[in-house]
């Protein structure tokens, strides 16, 4: 095999990110007895992108961007007394309860576990990628996961990679492939770590970042072809 370790993104990767994330808002608004149209769904996922992305700049906190993004929502709809932190409680429950695999994720990486060991590297909220970690199944075919919080640094750290590397038994970054669809936060984060690293684009953007992936896939079932599985 030509990589046999490989290092999985969860969000917008393996699991549809999106298909949790308006569940989950929805969700929340419901809860609280406060209808929200699609207006506010699609501008509550732009205001917590930018909060991800300034996180990975180191512009911002975990603690900070958990509730500002809420503030942030909250300040633009005019709500009154609304609670953010509450709010983030309720939705790390809800974003964390349901899941869509993307490109059947699952049988891919079922069949991969014959061929290579996998592990899971995310930025997401320890409480919420530890319920999808369990409920998609992902805890039974993969062989660890490491989230940004426990582990103390999050991509694209070069300290990240390190603390991951030295819990992976008889690593070599010669035998690693990291497959992810953030450049900023996945493509340059294995640029930083100095591994081989795979850029799922299904929709076929034009690259916005400084990041230089050594591979690039619309579809993940093509990481079979660059590891070396002929079929």
């Given at each position: 095999?030509?990589?046999?370790?490989?290092?999985?993104?969860?969000?917008?990767?393996?699991?549809?990110?999106?298909?949790?994330?308006?569940?989950?808002?929805?969700?929340?608004?419901?809860?609280?007895?406060?209808?929200?149209?699609?207006?506010?769904?699609?501008?509550?996922?732009?205001?917590?992108?930018?909060?991800?992305?300034?996180?990975?700049?180191?512009?911002?906190?975990?603690?900070?961007?958990?509730?500002?993004?809420?503030?942030?929502?909250?300040?633009?709809?005019?709500?009154?007394?609304?609670?953010?932190?509450?709010?983030?409680?309720?939705?790390?429950?809800?974003?964390?309860?349901?899941?869509?695999?993307?490109?059947?994720?699952?049988?891919?990486?079922?069949?991969?576990?014959?061929?290579?060991?996998?592990?899971?590297?995310?930025?997401?909220?320890?409480?919420?990628?530890?319920?999808?970690?369990?409920?998609?199944?992902?805890?039974?075919?993969?062989?660890?996961?490491?989230?940004?919080?426990?582990?103390?640094?999050?991509?694209?750290?070069k300290e990240f990679f390190d603390v991951c590397f030295s819990r992976i038994p008889d690593f070599s970054k010669e035998r690693a492939l990291l497959i992810g669809d953030s450049?900023?936060?996945?493509?340059?984060?294995?640029?930083?770590?100095?591994?081989?690293?795979?850029?799922?684009?299904?929709?076929?953007?034009?690259?916005?970042?400084?990041?230089?992936?050594?591979?690039?896939?619309?579809?993940?079932?093509?990481?079979?072809?660059?590891?070396?599985?002929?079929?």
């Amino acid at each position: 095999m030509k990589y046999d370790i490989l290092l999985w993104d969860i969000d917008d990767t393996l699991l549809d990110f999106p298909y949790s994330e308006q569940y989950a808002i929805r969700h929340c608004f419901s809860q609280m007895g406060y209808p929200v149209t699609d207006f506010w769904v699609k501008r509550y996922g732009e205001i917590n992108l930018s909060y991800w992305k300034r996180l990975e700049k180191g512009e911002v906190s975990k603690g900070e961007l958990l509730r500002g993004r809420f503030a942030d929502l909250f300040g633009e709809m005019g709500l009154q007394g609304g609670d953010p932190d509450g709010f983030q409680r309720l939705y790390e429950r809800a974003l964390g309860s349901v899941f869509k695999f993307r490109d059947e994720a699952d049988r891919l990486c079922t069949k991969l576990k014959k061929y290579c060991r996998q592990y899971l590297v995310t930025n997401g909220v320890e409480v919420t990628q530890k319920s999808k970690w369990e409920i998609s199944g992902l805890n039974r075919i993969m062989d660890g996961i490491f989230i940004s919080e426990p582990v103390g640094f999050v991509k694209p750290r070069k300290e990240f990679f390190d603390v991951c590397f030295s819990r992976i038994p008889d690593f070599s970054k010669e035998r690693a492939l990291l497959i992810g669809d953030s450049l900023s936060s996945d493509i340059k984060g294995a640029n930083n770590a100095g591994i081989v690293s795979c850029w799922y684009n299904p929709e076929g953007k034009a690259p916005e970042d400084e990041a230089r992936p050594d591979y690039e896939i619309r579809n993940l079932w093509e990481v079979e072809q660059i590891i070396g599985i002929k079929n």
